[in-house]
């Protein structure tokens, strides 16, 4: 009796030896995987996302635009964030691709600079100007321009031939057509005045807005004058689990943060941007170029 009682002891003791290596084998087997997956995410989004840009087209009928604005095309980019880790051969690659799209027109949505990084403006000013629209290059600044320097910032743009619509109204003429593109100095900095906007705009043509902080289209919608607002700021959160909200999202960006919105009776578009901030980082929100096809609805 006791001799059996020893042998099935001994047999349980084997087993829980076995099962004990086994379940040291499974975890080490956890580790090894993990360690080598979260390489192999840091990898991609060190290396691979911030360079796989996408190129999204839009096609959007506007409701004031005018049948001669057909097929208009304006090519958006937001938040190039040049600093110490941006190479003049990244930008040369975006402005080339932006210019591929032949666009009629380019719109800038702001942050060209990350803040604290105004000794690299140099390397906007040795990029920009390769920009080539049939009719104009936009821009308005954003929060990152005023962290950075703004007067400097300003001062490239001007030197580089885009147009800073800070609190200003551009016009295209198509026939007796007219397409107006307006623009909000940066809000989060409180320099916006869309009563002076408002002001010199026409009453009629269609009117596009843009305004760096994409939550703006609360206020800008109010006015029932505008029929698309164009944004960035957001960077659609840059780091975030696929097919979930982002987990940090920037004051003035949280509302309509990635993408096409309808706010009243106006389109909101949020750009994802180019550029980065913080770690270098893109996981799950790709660097965008913007297409937008323009239509009316006549």
Request: net charge positive; aromatic share 10%.
């Amino acid at each position: 009796m006791k001799h059996r009682i020893l042998l099935k002891s001994r047999m349980l003791l084997l087993i829980f030896i076995k099962f004990v290596k086994f379940l040291k084998f499974i975890i080490k087997f956890i580790i090894k995987f993990l360690f080598i997956t979260s390489l192999c995410i840091l990898l991609y989004a060190h290396l691979i996302e911030p360079n796989w840009i996408d190129v999204n087209y839009v096609q959007l009928k506007l409701p004031n635009l005018a049948s001669e604005f057909n097929g208009y095309r304006i090519v958006q980019i937001s938040d190039i964030h040049v600093d110490k880790q941006t190479k003049k051969r990244r930008l040369n690659h975006i402005f080339k691709i932006v210019n591929q799209q032949k666009p009629d027109l380019i719109a800038i949505t702001g942050d060209f600079v990350t803040r604290r990084q105004a000794k690299f403006i140099p390397k906007l000013k040795a990029t920009l100007g390769q920009l080539s629209a049939s009719h104009k290059t936009v821009a308005v600044l954003g929060n990152h321009d005023y962290w950075a320097d703004a007067e400097k910032i300003s001062a490239v743009l001007a030197q580089t031939d885009v147009l800073n619509l800070a609190n200003k109204v551009y016009t295209v003429k198509r026939d007796n057509a007219m397409l107006h593109i307006a623009g909000v100095d940066d809000v989060w900095m409180k320099k916006d005045r869309l009563d002076l906007v408002l002001q010199q705009l026409p009453q009629a043509g269609a009117a596009i807005l843009l305004a760096h902080e994409p939550d703006f289209a609360d206020t800008s919608a109010m006015t029932n004058r505008f029929d698309l607002q164009l944004s960035g700021h957001s960077h659609a959160g840059q780091i975030r689990v696929p097919f979930l909200e982002p987990p940090l999202l920037p004051a003035l960006g949280q509302k309509y943060y990635e993408g096409l919105y309808k706010v009243g009776e106006m389109f909101q578009y949020t750009n994802r941007g180019v550029g980065m901030t913080g770690l270098h980082l893109r996981f799950s929100s790709r660097p965008e170029i913007t297409v937008f096809i323009l239509g009316s609805r006549e």
